[in-house]
Nanobody, 123 residues
């Protein structure tokens, strides 16, 4: 079992930046691929970024490429999402998730989920 707790969300103006963190506890964090996902009101959950257990590979959704960066610190059991040049359409609840196995952006492949953190970007 893996427990995930997100933090770092908040209200920011368009063009601003936020850094989300996801702290993991439980089983060996370094053996899990990690992902960030988001869900806006009235919309389906969408993938944002994912990272291999080693940090050596990353995937990004087209909507965030060049603006968001996923990273991890296995010594701290934490994964991060640096979000720059934020847009109002980035407003959503952001979730981190963990899975054993290969890196993927497919949400249905993830076994463990956090409770989410709200990100609101004002115009």
């Amino acid at each position: 079992q893996v427990q995930l707790v997100e933090s770092g969300g908040g209200l920011v103006q368009a063009g601003g930046s936020l850094r989300l963190s996801c702290a993991a506890s439980g089983r060996t964090f370094s053996s899990y691929a990690m992902g960030w996902f988001r869900q806006a009101p009235g919309k389906e959950r969408e993938s944002v970024a994912s990272i291999k257990w080693s940090g050596g590979s990353t995937y990004y959704a087209d909507s965030v490429k060049g603006r968001f960066t996923i990273s991890r610190d296995n010594a701290k059991d934490t994964v991060y999402l640096q979000m720059n040049s934020l847009k109002p359409e980035d407003t959503a609840v952001y979730y981190c998730a963990a899975r054993r196995g290969a890196i993927t952006l497919a949400a249905t492949s993830y076994e463990y989920w956090g409770q989410g953190t709200q990100v609101t970007v004002s115009a």
